[in-house]
């Protein structure tokens, strides 16, 4: 395929121990580098050209001044299209980003919403990016995603919106993300059953101390059965 330059990924998402510290995954740097490396191999799939922003190039205080600053940067760069997406969404892949990137220049905006009622990626015109009024936005707030389209709502352009994903933010959405086993990579899965199941046993061990002869099972959150390969 193809691909012009007019349009370039940002990929916003901090580093491995920043984002393990940041979500409180006590020992997560394993897991958030491989879903970084993750992220990052299927940027590269879409030959797409890309930017990682981590926390050592972001600037500003407060979550949407470095997330709007950063997407500024890359239409400074001469980029008439950017499509903004963290490391958390492992369901995410390639063909989503070429889904965005073919709606983008068929005119429309795209978003990929989240089960928490955020959005995954976000592919926008330079035209319809107001820094201002993006800074006033919710972010990191459960109506980010209802905010976000009506203000897109009010431009020229229609909004063309991806299936709906989970990101990775708590236990709770790597237990629930254990239910995907066909959109996720099964190093991911295996990684994400491992930190569970030893995130859950130091749990289990300090709220009832050491045991004889008995092992604990998870039946909801950190199941070794929820996450079964194969």
Same mark, same amino acid.
Do not use: C
């Given at each position: 395929?193809?691909?012009?330059?007019?349009?370039?990924i940002?990929?916003?998402?901090?580093?491995?121990?920043?984002?393990?510290q940041?979500?409180?995954?006590?020992?997560?740097?394993r897991?958030?580098?491989?879903?970084?490396k993750?992220t990052?191999?299927?940027?590269?799939?879409?030959k797409?050209?890309y930017?990682?922003?981590?926390?050592?190039?972001?600037?500003?205080?407060?979550?949407?001044?470095?997330?709007?600053?950063?997407i500024?940067?890359?239409?400074?760069?001469?980029y008439?299209?950017v499509i903004?997406?963290?490391?958390?969404?492992?369901?995410?892949?390639?063909?989503?980003?070429?889904?965005?990137?073919?709606?983008?220049?068929?005119?429309?905006?795209?978003?990929?919403?989240?089960?928490?009622?955020?959005?995954?990626?976000m592919?926008?015109?330079?035209?319809?990016?107001?820094?201002?009024?993006?800074?006033?936005?919710?972010?990191?707030r459960?109506?980010?995603?209802?905010?976000?389209?009506?203000?897109?709502?009010?431009?020229? %352009?229609?909004?063309?919106?991806?299936?709906?994903?989970?990101?990775?933010d708590?236990?709770q959405d790597?237990?629930?993300?254990?239910?995907?086993?066909?959109?996720? %990579?099964?190093?991911?899965?295996?990684?994400?059953h491992?930190?569970?199941?030893?995130?859950y046993?130091?749990?289990?061990?300090i709220?009832h101390?050491?045991?004889?002869?008995?092992q604990?099972?998870?039946?909801?959150?950190?199941?070794?059965?929820?996450?079964?390969?194969?």
């Open positions: 395929m193809n691909l012009t330059k007019n349009t370039a940002l990929i916003f998402a901090r580093s491995a121990k920043a984002d393990a940041q979500k409180k995954f006590v020992n997560g740097e897991l958030f580098d491989a879903l970084t993750e990052l191999a299927k940027v590269k799939r879409s797409l050209p930017f990682h922003s981590t926390e050592v190039e972001q600037q500003g205080t407060t979550f949407g001044e470095r997330f709007v600053n950063a500024q940067a890359v239409y400074d760069q001469g008439d299209h903004t997406i963290g490391n958390d969404s492992p369901q995410l892949k390639t063909k989503h980003l070429l889904e965005a990137y073919q709606q983008l220049q068929l005119g429309n905006t795209v978003l990929g919403p989240t089960f928490d009622g955020g959005f995954y990626l592919g926008l015109h330079r035209s319809k990016f107001n820094p201002h009024v993006f800074l006033r936005l919710p972010w990191q459960f109506g980010l995603f209802h905010s976000i389209s009506k203000l897109l709502e009010g431009s020229s %352009s229609d909004i063309y919106s991806l299936p709906t994903f989970t990101e990775v708590s236990l790597l237990s629930t993300l254990g239910n995907f086993i066909q959109s996720v %990579s099964e190093h991911l899965l295996l990684l994400m491992q930190f569970l199941a030893k995130t046993g130091l749990l289990t061990a709220l101390g050491p045991t004889s002869g008995h604990e099972t998870f039946k909801n959150k950190g199941s070794p059965s929820f996450l079964r390969i194969g």
